[in-house]
């Protein structure tokens, strides 16, 4: 991304790099893979004084980058981050046989770390499949 311009006072629709892109809510965050953008966004009224006061609203929203078409959509996300694979080591697992395993199933892969209520999600972010659940303490 080169440029990101909020085309509303509702930062509900926003240009990226001259694509123009509409979401049903405020946007929060924007995270963009190879094929796929994808969108925190979440319901801000005016009287609203948290942003996250309706994060119960928010949603995880994947869009194509080539039709612009809703890839999919996850509810009741409330931070999302990028998985970087390249940079995952050795002793970030508990052995190598872990990590080897690690790398054989998502090597290629395009990875997003999304926390849902009291679970922490990793997903596909080009396909929206849920590769692992974990409760998050």
């Given at each position: 991304?080169?440029?990101?311009?909020?085309?509303?006072?509702?930062?509900?629709?926003?240009?990226?790099?001259?694509?123009f892109y509409e979401l049903k809510y405020r946007i929060h965050s924007i995270i963009e893979f190879t094929e796929v953008?994808?969108?925190?966004?979440?319901?801000?009224?005016?009287?609203?004084?948290?942003?996250?006061?309706?994060?119960?609203?928010?949603?995880?929203?994947?869009?194509?980058?080539?039709?612009?078409?809703?890839?999919?959509?996850?509810?009741?996300?409330?931070?999302?981050?990028?998985?970087?694979?390249?940079?995952?080591?050795?002793?970030?697992?508990?052995?190598?046989?872990?990590?080897?395993?690690?790398?054989?199933?998502?090597?290629?892969?395009?990875?997003?770390?999304?926390?849902?209520?009291?679970?922490?999600?990793?997903?596909?972010?080009?396909?929206?499949?849920?590769?692992?659940?974990?409760?998050?303490?």
């Amino acid at each position: 991304m080169k440029s990101i311009i909020f085309e509303n006072k509702a930062n509900t629709q926003v240009r990226i790099d001259g694509e123009f892109y509409e979401l049903k809510y405020r946007i929060h965050s924007i995270i963009e893979f190879t094929e796929v953008i994808v969108f925190l966004s979440f319901p801000q009224t005016e009287d609203s004084k948290d942003l996250l006061e309706n994060k119960s609203e928010s949603s995880l929203v994947c869009i194509s980058k080539k039709d612009k078409v809703l890839l999919w959509e996850l509810a009741n996300v409330e931070a999302v981050f990028p998985e970087s694979i390249d940079k995952k080591r050795e002793s970030d697992f508990v052995s190598k046989k872990h990590f080897e395993k690690f790398l054989e199933l998502f090597r290629g892969k395009e990875l997003l770390t999304a926390y849902v209520g009291e679970f922490k999600k990793r997903i596909d972010a080009n396909t929206g499949e849920v590769y692992s659940t974990m409760e998050n303490r």
